[in-house]
């Protein structure tokens, strides 16, 4: 099973609201991903967690907070976001993020809208 | 810096056509090079990578891609197309230490019937 769940499937927020977007596997993977993705765009990288410890964050803006709770579960918490970040946002896990040779696997995404 | 080119950013081909979708790279060391596909509002799926020996890789769904280093190319191909193959086409390779996917810009396949 090569499966990433991402809740919720779609979500419309105010610029003034909190809220969550998660991610879940269960394939023992130890690296996990966020990516944002706008229209007729390749997906842009936000931040990887390995072995549950934040390597990489892009330069993201504040407003969006990654949580990795334990090895099988990533979350972005989302606050005061703006028009402009509204987008398919995706989540991937790869087996190790310590070599070239361990393929992500991508959820089926959350589009979130932002009013 | 590391890149990936995909020259064509939307291509029709008929039904039953072959097709070939180019991808170039730039990168000092030997790529992990990877094509994945997203159908409409979905997420990406891998058709097929390639890390090292054989430079003909074989992928799901029928698709191939060949490893041409002394072009820096990694081009997929597929003989037949099927109107389900119509969706966009990403080439990746995987940069400093594994840690970074990058993208290039990705390829719109339109099938006609």
């Known amino acids: 099973d090569t499966e990433v769940t991402q809740t919720p499937k779609h979500l419309v927020m105010g610029m003034t609201n909190k809220k969550s977007l998660k991610c879940e596997q269960h394939m023992g993977h130890r690296a996990m991903y966020w990516y944002k993705q706008k229209a007729k765009k390749p997906p842009e990288l936000m931040f990887v967690y390995s072995y549950e410890k934040l390597s990489i964050n892009e330069s993201v803006p504040s407003r969006f907070s990654p949580e990795c709770p334990n090895s099988s579960l990533l979350n972005l918490h989302l606050h005061a976001l703006q028009p402009e970040d509204s987008a398919l946002y995706l989540c991937?896990?790869?087996?190790?993020?310590?070599?070239?040779?361990?393929?992500?696997?991508f959820g089926a995404g959350t589009r979130l809208s932002v009013l | 810096a590391q890149s990936v080119t995909q020259p064509d950013i939307h291509i029709t081909v008929s039904e039953g056509a072959s097709l070939e979708l180019r991808c170039n790279y730039s990168y000092g060391a030997t790529p992990y090079l990877f094509w994945y596909v997203q159908s409409p509002g979905q997420g990406l799926q891998l058709l097929l990578k390639?890390?090292?020996?054989?430079?003909l890789v074989q992928g799901i769904k029928g698709f191939e891609a060949e490893f041409k280093r002394s072009q820096s190319s990694f081009n997929l191909r597929k003989p037949s197309v099927h109107w389900s193959d119509a969706a966009e086409y990403f080439c990746?390779?995987?940069?400093?230490?594994?840690?970074?996917?990058?993208f290039g810009q990705g390829t719109r396949l339109t099938i006609n019937p």
């Open positions: 991937a896990s790869s087996q190790d993020d310590r070599s070239g040779g361990y393929i992500q696997y």
């Open positions: 390639y890390f090292s020996g054989d430079t």
């Open positions: 990746a390779v995987v940069v400093q230490g594994a840690q970074k996917l990058v």
